[in-house]
């Protein structure tokens, strides 16, 4: 299956990568690892484990019972684990709408790995970010690019900087927290 | 092949501070390198010691096959005279010259006669497209303008390497990049390698390749670097 471009679709599955969690647990999750996106609902958490168990990435782990109703936990499947392991090792194309993706793939690499899997991505995410960045210039030196051209290759660059800012900053603290741990 | 410039174990202090900690790379003839790094990782130090400003400690510094960091005080000037050309933030140009007898400076001290080193000077400024300020002084034109007239200083001996350190530091946006365009297309005609210092991503963005320095060393997560 693909789950290409869906965000929340895999750092659900990140979330379960340490264990069986119901739908309330992953909604709270999400909402604290991530407080920059937008809460998840609960019809969207529910829709998502129920697509992610149709296309065979989670199953049922029984029913557990806290303070409130029953509910049905949620684990990963092998093929789950792939998916995420896949969607962990992909540069995303360097694009602005790609912030957000960034942002989740981190967070969620430090989750379910170690800080050398966060290293390892913010390393390659950068070196795609610089080439970008590289091919742009490049087109805004070329004397054929029109007016409009230039501006639209200086909207990318400066999105393209500002995450080639924060990827060195998360590559700087990531390195850091290794060295002292 | 040997490459334009190298430089092998280079170590250089100031005082207790250790700027480079054995630095190692080659850079080919006609490349546009950006070496990039946050502030104080030696990215500075690095160009000072690869345009031969500055002697190593230790380690070596070579160009063309031939040691740099061997050589007098003199043949290392000569060097800088002939071969380099060097291009810093800001001020460096004469106050006192017009932006013509300040591009024609340095055919001067290497001897060139008045009127022939006029005529390089006035054609450099006019490739820079600031021809029209050839008799104006430094205090009567913008940063961006000072710094084209210091390219076209750093590059009327036609030297091999130029080295510009922060060369758009002190310039906004739009009168930076025309300094780096200028910069990149006149490399590619002339044939000159450029040694790009940089903490800009965007100012990297203009090289062929980034080397990465950090506290003083290559960074083992950088771009593209040559070892």
Request: one cysteine or more; glycine letters at 10%.
């Amino acid at each position: 299956m693909s789950l290409s471009g869906s965000v929340t679709a895999h750092v659900v599955l990140g979330l379960l990568a340490s264990g069986a969690r119901h739908g309330y647990e992953i909604k709270r999750e999400h909402d604290e690892r991530l407080p920059q996106a937008k809460p998840l609902a609960f019809g969207q958490v529910y829709a998502t484990l129920a697509r992610l168990a149709r296309d065979g990435l989670v199953e049922s782990a029984g029913e557990v019972k806290g303070g409130g109703p029953t509910a049905t936990a949620y684990e990963l499947t092998d093929d789950g684990r792939v998916a995420l392991e896949r969607w962990l090792g992909d540069v995303e194309p360097p694009a602005p709408q790609s912030t957000s993706m960034l942002l989740a793939k981190v967070v969620v690499a430090l989750l379910v790995a170690d800080g050398d899997r966060a290293q390892k991505f913010l390393v390659a995410q950068r070196h795609a970010h610089t080439a970008r960045l590289r091919e742009l210039t490049a087109a805004k030196l070329d004397p054929d690019a029109s007016l409009g051209d230039v501006i639209a290759a200086d909207f990318a660059i400066a999105h393209l900087d500002a995450d080639l800012r924060w990827l060195q900053a998360s590559l700087d603290r990531v390195t850091e927290r290794k060295v002292v741990s | 092949m040997t490459a334009l410039l190298s430089a092998r174990g280079v170590v250089k202090s100031y005082g207790r501070i250790q700027a480079l900690r054995g630095v190692t790379l080659a850079i080919e003839a006609g490349e546009i390198v950006a070496v990039t790094g946050p502030s104080g990782c030696g990215k500075s130090t690095l160009l000072h010691c690869l345009s031969a400003i500055l002697r190593p400690d230790a380690g070596e510094t070579s160009y063309r096959g031939e040691r740099l960091d061997e050589r007098s005080e003199a043949e290392r000037s000569k060097l800088r005279r002939s071969e380099f050309g060097v291009l810093f933030q800001f001020g460096q140009l004469v106050a006192e010259l017009t932006a013509a007898e300040n591009v024609a400076l340095p055919l001067l001290l290497a001897g060139t006669k008045r009127s022939e080193a006029r005529t390089a000077a006035l054609a450099w400024l006019e490739r820079l497209g600031v021809a029209e300020l050839a008799d104006s002084t430094p205090g009567e034109m913008s940063g961006g303008e000072q710094q084209r007239t210091a390219l076209a200083r750093a590059l009327v001996t036609e030297p091999r390497v130029l080295f510009a350190d922060e060369p758009t530091g002190a310039l906004d946006t739009l009168a930076g990049e025309q300094v780096l365009g200028h910069i990149v297309r006149l490399a590619r005609e002339q044939e000159t390698t450029v040694v790009l210092v940089t903490h800009d991503a965007r100012v990297a963005g203009y090289a062929d390749r980034e080397i990465a320095l950090r506290d003083g060393t290559l960074d083992p997560t950088g771009l593209g670097i040559a070892v």
